[in-house]
């Protein structure tokens, strides 16, 4: 197997959340012991429910947030507690894809000076070598060197995502983070945007963290797909295994409700019962196991460890063989 490009381990990220009835501190519990490798070439995929904590890993990854323990390690180098003077030189080998691009562009500079500002920040390129590299990425993702003269406001949305696409190209990164980045797209669009991060992928020998609430979209896109639930990975594995064969209740849940294209097939919706758990006050035991159809008196006192249950295919369940009967073609028609 190739090298890691980044190893995330037992990651835990917690914020301020006011104080209680008598005083007391209270902390949100974003990130819970988080671990995952993303190995080099591939794309690894965050999927869970909003509020998961599949943005705050990311921005852990990047080193936006730092973790209130556990490391984050990228190409060998632990940089968990490194400064933003020592993150400086990484930064132009992690990139960010953001899910509102719009929002992450100014809105008074010109498409080509936006797209070119990463090159006049970590190159000694000329004006005049910034903006032919930046006319070469336009035509890359599918635009013309003429949009460079335009402001964001005269863009679509999936024309504004294929600039912020080409703005995280400038500097040759090794790693994209991209946090949902086709969430705000027309489908039609969204096809045509994952395609175009796949030709990239291979064209520029990319390394992809991919975030997404949207399982239908991870599965076109993902070599490796990590389960979310209340801050913590509850299951991970590769793309086939783990919508052929899920393992964990919760992965169980989230393919049922993944819509059959075809109406003259069904498939048996498993609905959750419960209220998802405040991570302010995360629940003793399995984070899961108020809302688990099979929580036994173990679920509630123990908190499960990461289990292998196929090769690459490791869940955080106490009795995972409970649910391979009916775990296969959960995610398929």
């Not at 032919?132 to 035509?139: A, T, Y």
């Not at 639930?229 to 783990?242: F, M, N, S």
Request: with cysteine; charged share 25%.
């Amino acid at each position: 197997m190739s090298e890691a490009l980044v190893s995330v381990k037992h990651a835990v990220k917690t914020f301020q959340a006011g104080k209680g009835m008598f005083g007391q501190k209270r902390r949100v519990h974003a990130v819970n012991d988080v671990s995952f490798d993303i190995i080099e070439g591939e794309t690894f995929s965050l999927v869970g429910e909003s509020g998961c904590g599949k943005s705050t890993t990311g921005r852990l990854v990047n080193h936006m947030l730092t973790p209130d323990s556990g490391e984050v390690w990228f190409h060998g180098t632990d940089i968990s507690g490194f400064t933003e003077k020592q993150m400086r030189p990484l930064r132009k080998e992690i990139q960010m894809i953001y899910q509102d691009p719009y929002g992450s562009l100014n809105p008074r500079i010109k498409i080509q000076n936006l797209i070119g500002e990463p090159l006049l920040i970590h190159t000694k390129l000329s004006a005049g070598e910034r903006l032919k590299k930046v006319h070469e990425l336009l035509e890359v993702v599918g635009l013309t060197p003429m949009h460079g003269e335009r402001y964001p406001h005269e863009f679509s949305g999936g024309q504004l995502q294929r600039v912020g696409i080409a703005r995280a190209l400038t500097v040759n990164p090794r790693l994209i983070i991209a946090d949902e980045p086709v969430s705000a797209l027309d489908v039609s669009i969204q096809a045509q945007v994952l395609n175009l991060l796949g030709r990239l992928q291979e064209e520029y020998k990319l390394t992809y963290l991919f975030i997404s609430h949207d399982l239908s979209v991870v599965e076109m896109i993902s070599d490796r797909i990590g389960v979310m639930y209340l801050g913590t990975i509850v299951e991970t594995a590769p793309r086939e295994e783990l919508y052929g064969n899920p393992r964990h209740p919760y992965t169980q849940a989230l393919l049922s409700a993944v819509p059959v294209p075809d109406p003259t097939k069904e498939k048996k919706r498993i609905i959750l019962e419960g209220e998802l758990p405040s991570p302010v006050n995360p629940p003793k035991g399995c984070l899961f196991h108020t809302r688990c159809p099979y929580c036994q008196e173990k679920c509630r006192q123990e908190r499960p460890k990461a289990v292998e249950v196929g090769t690459g295919h490791t869940v955080k369940c106490h009795f995972p063989d409970i649910l391979r009967s009916g775990a296969a073609g959960i995610g398929q028609p």
